[in-house]
């Protein structure tokens, strides 16, 4: 049974740093693209950052570039999000989302989604 399980959310002033985790299990990481969303009320999924299944190639979006770095841990068969430098808007639960193919920009291309964890950027 594939699951994903964010963890590593929760409240953090403005200018400082959380990282997410993603854990995966009933499959390999290795095989899969692996994405970070997150999503406000009333909003649609954005998508932040995606790494390839093969680990060799990851992208970002422009709202989170510089500040946001994904990663991943093959033996731990675990995806990270760094986020350092946050702001207030980026306040928002935060979601991992697997695919068997490349990496996609739509949330609606990925079937496997976490529960979410939630960030709160405030001072």
């Known amino acids: 049974q594939v699951q994903l399980v964010e963890s590593g959310g929760g409240l953090v002033q403005p200018g400082g740093s959380l990282r997410l985790s993603c854990a995966a299990s009933g499959f390999n990481i290795r095989g899969r693209a692996v994405a970070w969303f997150r999503q406000t009320p009333g909003q649609e999924r954005e998508g932040l950052s995606c790494i390839q299944m093969h680990g060799d190639s990851v992208n970002y979006a422009v709202s989170v570039e510089g500040r946001f770095t994904i990663s991943r841990d093959v033996t731990k068969n675990t995806v990270y999000l ?35 964890t939630q960030v709160t950027v405030s001072s």
């Open 82 to 116: 760094q986020m350092n430098n946050l702001k207030p808007e980026d306040t928002a639960v935060y979601f991992c989302a697997a695919r068997t193919t490349w990496c996609a920009s739509g949330a609606r291309d990925y079937i496997d989604w976490g529960q979410g």
